[in-house]
Each structure stands twice: as C-alpha cells, then as structure tokens.
C-alpha cells in the first residue's frame, strides 16, 4: 500500500500529539513528536549554560547532542533520549517547557532539528507533529492538519495533565505560558508557526478525541488511496 507523511502543526496544548500517535497506531506509521527534540536541546542548553547568543557555544553544544527516540513497550509509545539517557519525563517539566521557546527560535538549533526529522521522514509511513512540519520540514507531505482550539477548552486539557504531577500548578500558570509560546513560535524569523496554504484546519474545541480521530482518518485514508 501507498505511504504518505502526514504533517500534523498547531498552537500549544491543542492535542496534536494525541492525534498523531492515534492515527499512526491505526495506520501503522511511525510517530515522531517534535516537540520532545526542542525540549531535550533545550534540557541540553540549561544544564550546560549555553548562552543563546553566543553561535559558537551553540554549534559546540549541537556537536555534542545525540537525540533518539526508543519505544517503551509498557506504554506503548516512543521516550525522548538525549544522549542515552532517557528525558522523557524531565522534558515535560515547567522549566523546560519555559525555555524551549526561545532556544526553538536559534537558526543552528532548527536546523539541527529540521535535518534529523527529515531523515526520519525518507521512507515515508510517518505521522509527525509540530509547528513547521507541514511549511518547512516536509513541504510535499501528503497530508497536512493544522490543529486549532479554544484557548480555554486548551488551558483545562493542560492543567488535568499537569496537576497529576504538580500539585502547584494553576490555570494562570498555564493559560500565560501557552500564550506566550504561541507568541513566540508565531512571530519567531525562521520557520514561524504558521498554516500552510495547503493544510486543512482541524478545530478540536468542541469534539472527542474519537471524533477527531475519525474526521482525520478519513483525510489519511482519502490519500492514501
Ligand atoms: O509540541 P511541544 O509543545 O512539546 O513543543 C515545545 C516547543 O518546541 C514549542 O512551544 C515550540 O516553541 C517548539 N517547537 C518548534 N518547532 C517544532 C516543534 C516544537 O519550534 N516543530
């Protein structure tokens, strides 16, 4: 059967993850979520002081990353590694999270990124998820989805994850971390957030996980076909 790449990009917090490892465990395609590359670059950058404007401190530092996904059987998904060690948990974490927006907008540090990711993406048969996958990274995919949703019905999404681990945590926190990321990815000189003009937008506000799933499996299938 036909492979295609499927481009899944969006705002913070609007469940594009979700859909891509949904529709690549339906379809059998690997699943490849971007977003965890930037946070582990930048779980790099903190812990070894990499000062942001400083370009020859950055390409030492990339010289010296080695990021892999490897599948963990238990959940049932890929955990983020950055040089062997796994950083799955750790990259979710608020620090991180507040950082990675800003190191995300350093032209090294995406095209670290974007040249693994489309290395990822030769054999085709891959759903991934990000900010410019469908505009930069794989331009030619198939099919793209842009993901939108109700910046509320976002924050309460986020804030029911979280609070399972940070019990200090507060919608506020969140609902002013994901503003100023979308901010920052929408405005940022390389690569911005943005739909490309052959995407199809796919707002989640108001429909079930299983609902979205369907609309978006119809699309893969369309395609495929
Ligand atoms: O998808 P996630 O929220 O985990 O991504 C974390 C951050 O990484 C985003 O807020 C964005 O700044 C950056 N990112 C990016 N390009 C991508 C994926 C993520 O700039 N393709």
Same mark, same amino acid.
Not at 62 to 89: A, C, R, W
């Given at each position: 059967?036909?492979?295609?790449?499927?481009?899944?990009?969006?705002?913070?917090?609007?469940?594009?993850?979700?859909?891509?490892?949904?529709?690549?465990? $339906?379809?059998?395609?690997?699943?490849?979520?971007?977003?965890? #590359?930037? =946070? &582990?670059?930048?779980?790099?950058?903190? +812990?070894?002081?990499?000062?942001?404007?400083?370009?020859?401190?950055?390409?030492?530092?990339?010289?010296?990353?080695?990021?892999?996904?490897?599948?963990?059987?238990?959940?049932?998904?890929?955990?983020?590694?950055?040089?062997? *060690?796994?950083? *799955?948990?750790?990259? +979710? $974490?608020?620090?991180?999270?507040?950082?990675?927006?800003?190191?995300?907008?350093?032209? *090294?540090?995406?095209?670290?990124?974007?040249?693994?990711?489309?290395?990822?993406?030769? &054999?085709?048969?891959?759903? #991934?998820?990000?900010?410019?996958?469908?505009?930069?990274?794989?331009?030619? !995919? *198939?099919?793209?989805?842009?993901?939108?949703?109700?910046?509320?019905?976002?924050?309460?999404?986020?804030?029911?994850?979280?609070?399972?681990?940070?019990?200090?945590?507060?919608? $506020?926190?969140?609902?002013?971390?994901?503003?100023?990321?979308?901010?920052?990815?929408?405005? =940022?000189?390389?690569?911005?957030?943005?739909? &490309?003009?052959? !995407?199809?937008?796919?707002?989640?506000?108001?429909?079930? =996980?299983?609902?979205?799933?369907?609309? !978006?499996?119809?699309?893969?299938?369309?395609?495929?076909?």
């Amino acid at each position: 059967m036909k492979k295609i790449i499927i481009a899944i990009d969006g705002f913070s917090s609007c469940g594009k993850s979700t859909l891509a490892k949904q529709l690549a465990k $339906e379809l059998n395609y690997v699943f490849v979520d971007t977003g965890a #590359m930037y =946070r &582990a670059i930048t779980v790099y950058f903190l +812990r070894n002081n990499i000062a942001t404007d400083n370009t020859k401190q950055i390409n030492q530092a990339l010289q010296h990353i080695h990021l892999n996904f490897i599948f963990n059987k238990e959940k049932g998904s890929s955990d983020m590694y950055l040089n062997n *060690e796994n950083v *799955e948990l750790l990259i +979710r $974490e608020m620090l991180v999270t507040q950082n990675v927006s800003n190191i995300s907008t350093i032209k *090294e540090v995406r095209e670290f990124a974007v040249a693994q990711q489309q290395q990822m993406g030769k &054999a085709k048969g891959i759903v #991934m998820d990000g900010r410019d996958i469908g505009t930069t990274v794989f331009p030619d !995919a *198939e099919l793209k989805i842009f993901v939108t949703a109700n910046v509320d019905v976002r924050v309460e999404r986020r804030y029911k994850e979280l609070i399972v681990t940070d019990a200090t945590i507060t919608k $506020e926190a969140i609902k002013q971390n994901l503003l100023e990321r979308d901010h920052i990815d929408s405005t =940022r000189e390389i690569s911005p957030l943005k739909k &490309a003009d052959d !995407a199809i937008v796919l707002d989640n506000s108001f429909i079930t =996980r299983e609902e979205q799933l369907a609309i !978006a499996l119809q699309w893969a299938k369309e395609r495929i076909n």
